[in-house]
């Protein structure tokens, strides 16, 4: 990270324009919409098997980064 830092320079600008907030504010609701609509199907249709799909679902997408080596 100090390598980032002295490259870049100490006075970086932060700085979100229009779009940046819009597509924040698109990403938001579309991620909460996808949430709300995956757990009415789960108490619809599913069953507690719903919990073991999201554990294993987060240990898959944790994995690979933690597996790959670090370039120097």
Do not use: E, H, I
Not at 24 to 45: D, K, Q
Not at 51 to 62: E, H, Q
């Amino acid at each position: 990270m100090s390598r980032v830092r002295a490259r870049s320079g100490a006075d970086m600008a932060r700085v979100l324009r229009w779009w940046d907030l819009v597509g924040l504010g698109l990403g938001g609701m579309v991620g909460a919409g996808v949430f709300v609509t995956t757990g009415r199907a789960n108490r619809l249709y599913a069953g507690p098997g719903v919990v073991v799909s999201y554990a294993m679902a987060g240990l898959c997408g944790c994995s690979p980064p933690s597996a790959t080596p670090s370039s120097p």
